[in-house]
């Protein structure tokens, strides 16, 4: 167990261990002995700031790097105060590498006025060779560069960083390794996300991700039940199942299992109160998860199913493996075994050779799903997929035009589906104050939509019941009822 490790008794003047996560102690123990000496030079500890592009897997990610940089003694600070600031990036659409280099500009400046300011950065845009590239030629004073794969080793980087001064490139093309028991810092203290699997094996035609996050991977059941009980005497309550393709978890493990199966066994750990996961993909949503969804007692009724497109053609190009037909009758079923599951859902508009009668699809299974939201998104070219070589790609005023018509629909639609709880009471788990207002607080339903209240800081990690008297939209307003039983 990571907790029980004591760096102080390491010795950082013997040769490195070869062994994880034995190595990674040693290079932190190392870490620490430079911090003591910058606290000593300085008066003051050194800072950090990591900033998460992306999704929840990045946002875990992040977790792990500031609970390695906490325990090595950095102290957490605001980006443009920080001296060692790490960019954990994204390139699921080409913006996501725009805004990251527009970013990395305004640090250059920074750097220049602070020499003791280190810059990071990590993530799946670090696993794009031109990316690397360019950072070498145009960027220089980036300090550390590191991809997906090797995170676990950030001690062992920062390290190498601190002792030679100069720009430290480790990225790897895949792995199969998976190192347990590193630190991490939760950003909520009664929820966390857990990845029980990495990578993905399904090669959606217009998706980078299995080039930069590599072969799927699950985690060992016992490891992941182990982390959660961990988790659960540290105060969390709720968990986030993490995995690209949540559905195929087990696959590929020396015993397979199904995802199904891990949730029974998650679901008999005493004192987790509610289980989410995400992403799941049609394909592989098993008749065995929809029952145990539907007998669960902690499974929250909400799931991510991304349809992607409504035209069975233009998901025979995107190679999801599924028609339009099928995707509605799995909703029909999910529906019938969890009659009030709250489904929510992925769309890319503007795929190579969609149709306006393509697009119609896409609308009618919006209108037929009825999902409480929608991701939407513009199909974004991303060079090396398959999708980016396809002809008839489409002209940004029509995509503009279907963006704009979905995204109406998909609203109006929300709102509605929201609507239906006004009045009633619900369950709620409180987790922040509001950003709007500091004499309220914002919780969360079990099926994942937002109430607003006033309570203050002391309900924050209290599940309690809030009648839900306005909703606006995509959220709700509420009264607090009482504390849940
Ligand atoms: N263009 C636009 N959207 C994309 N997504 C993945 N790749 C692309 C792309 N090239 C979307 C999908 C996926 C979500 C995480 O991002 O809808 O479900
Ligand atoms: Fe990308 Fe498809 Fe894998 Fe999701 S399932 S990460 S969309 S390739």
Not at 166 to 195: A, C, H
Request: charged residues 30%.
């Amino acid at each position: 167990m990571y907790q029980e490790i004591d760096l102080n008794k390491i010795d950082i003047h013997a040769e490195p261990p070869v062994e994880e996560p034995a190595r990674q102690y040693y290079f932190m123990a190392r870490c620490k002995e430079w911090v003591k000496d910058f606290e000593q030079k300085n008066g003051r500890l050194p800072s950090f700031c990591v900033t998460t592009f992306g999704c929840q897997m990045n946002a875990r990610d992040s977790e792990k790097l500031r609970g390695i940089l906490k325990e090595i003694g950095y102290v957490e600070e605001a980006e443009d105060k920080a001296d060692f600031v790490i960019y954990n990036t994204c390139t699921v659409r080409e913006n996501a590498n725009t805004r990251v280099y527009g970013r990395l500009g305004q640090l250059k400046p920074l750097k220049k006025k602070n020499p003791h300011m280190m810059i990071g950065l990590c993530g799946c845009m670090m696993q794009e060779p031109e990316v690397v590239e360019k950072l070498k030629k145009s960027y220089r004073f980036v300090d550390i560069i590191f991809g997906t794969h090797n995170i676990y080793k950030f001690a062992e980087l920062v390290a190498t960083r601190l002792e030679s001064e100069r720009m430290v490139i480790d990225i790897w093309k895949n792995t199969d390794k998976i190192v347990e028991n590193l630190p991490n810092q939760r950003k909520y203290s009664f929820k966390s996300g857990i990845n029980i699997m990495f990578g993905c094996n399904n090669f959606c035609s217009y998706c980078i991700v299995p080039y930069v996050r590599g072969r799927e991977r699950s985690r060992d059941p016992q490891a992941i039940i182990q982390e959660i009980r961990r988790l659960v005497a540290d105060g969390v309550s709720e968990v986030m199942l993490l995995g690209q393709n949540v559905n195929s978890y087990g696959k590929t493990l020396n015993t397979p299992m199904t995802f199904a199966k891990l949730l029974r066994e998650i679901e008999k750990i005493d004192g987790l109160l509610r289980i989410r996961f995400m992403t799941s993909h049609p394909k592989d949503l098993s008749d065995e998860l929809i029952e145990v969804m539907g007998n669960s007692q902690k499974i929250c009724k909400h799931l991510h199913l991304p349809v992607q497109s409504g035209s069975t053609d233009i998901l025979a190009k995107m190679n999801r493996r599924y028609t339009k037909e099928q995707y509605l009758e799995l909703v029909e079923k999910l529906r019938k075994a969890v009659p009030d599951i709250s489904l929510t859902t992925d769309i890319i508009v503007g795929f190579p050779g969609e149709t306006e009668a393509d697009f119609e699809e896409t609308l009618d299974v919006v209108r037929k799903v009825r999902y409480d939201s929608a991701f939407t998104f513009i199909y974004s070219k991303r060079t090396g997929t398959p999708a980016a070589v396809m002809e008839n790609q489409v002209s940004e005023e029509v995509i503009k035009n279907r963006f704009d018509r979905l995204l109406r629909e998909v609203q109006t639609i929300a709102a509605e589906a929201c609507a239906v709880h006004e009045g009633t009471v619900q369950e709620v788990l409180v987790e922040d104050i509001c950003s709007h207002d500091p004499k309220m607080v914002t919780g969360r339903l079990g099926n994942n939509l937002l109430v607003h209240f006033y309570g203050g800081q002391e309900l924050i990690g209290q599940y309690v019941e809030v009648k839900l008297t306005e909703c606006r939209g995509f959220y709700y307003i509420g009264e607090m009822a009482g504390k849940a039983s």
